[in-house]
T-cell receptor, first 112, second 114 residues
Framework: NAGVTQTPKFQVLKTGQSMTLQCAQD?????MYWYRQDPGMGLRLIYY???????DKGEVPNGYNVSRLNKREFSLRLESAAPSQTSVYFC???????????FGSGTRLTVV | AQSVAQPEDQVNVAEGNPLTVKCTYS??????LFWYVQYPNRGLQFLLK??????LVKGSYGFEAEFNKSQTSFHLKKPSALVSDSALYFC????????????FGSGTRLQVQP
């Protein structure tokens, strides 16, 4: 009954370090999304996945990679973190009828 | 491409007074419109959505929104504001491409004064 689970909730990285943000859903939805939230800019789409094994770029994909190895999980990877990637990251799913989104609680990432 | 505008960075209202948070949108085809609320250090909570049907949509916590196709607006309203309504509000539209992602406005901070 968890919906969308994101881990970790908080992370501090040094410039140049790598890390993977995890997202898992238990709703059996095909569509999943990664957004970043920055002050005054709302949420912006980084990557999305229409189904297992498929991914595509959103508005702000530079510096990120994603992986959708199964229907349940959609991970976001920062290969070499930069201070500009300091943000709050949200994962979301879309119901298969396309009418309802479920968001995770977010990962607050700070790159120093 | 779709877009959402929230023209007010902040809205201040006294407790008990009606509140309006403005949103205009641009999208080709039929709009799917959403309002979300975010409390400090929390995730996004769904308030309401317009897919089709009545132009006045009722949602959670006493909020409602009026869809106006001719003005391409979807303003959020509440008849009587509570201090606990103070939060960040986002309007969003589902995009008109196959990815069906949400495009968000920049957010409006609502401050309700006692």
């Amino acid at each position: 009954n968890a919906g969308v689970t994101q881990t970790p909730k908080f992370q501090v990285l040094k410039t140049g370090q790598s890390m993977t943000l995890q997202c898992a859903q238990d709703m059996n939805h095909n569509s999943m999304y990664w957004y970043r939230q920055d002050p005054g800019m709302g949420l912006r789409l980084i990557y999305y996945s229409a189904s297992e094994g498929t991914t595509d770029k959103g508005e702000v994909p530079n510096g990120y990679n994603v992986s959708r190895l199964n229907k349940r999980e959609f991970s976001l990877r920062l290969e070499s973190a930069a201070p500009s990637q300091t943000s709050v990251y949200f994962c979301a799913t879309l119901s298969d009828r396309g009418r309802g989104y479920t968001f995770g609680s977010g990962t607050r990432l700070t790159v120093v | 491409a779709q877009s959402v505008a929230q023209p007010e960075d902040q809205v201040n209202v006294a407790e008990g007074n009606p509140l309006t948070v403005k949103c205009t949108y641009s999208v080709s085809g039929n709009p799917y419109l959403f309002w979300y609320v975010q409390y400090p250090n929390r995730g996004l909570q769904f308030l309401l959505k317009y897919i089709t049907g009545d132009n006045l949509v009722k949602g959670s916590y006493g909020f409602e929104a009026e869809f106006n196709k001719s003005q391409t607006s979807f303003h959020l309203k509440k008849p009587s504001a509570l201090v606990s309504d103070s939060a960040l509000y986002f309007c969003a539209v589902r995009d008109d491409t196959g990815r069906r992602a949400l495009t968000f406005g920049s957010g409006t901070r609502l401050q309700v004064q006692p």
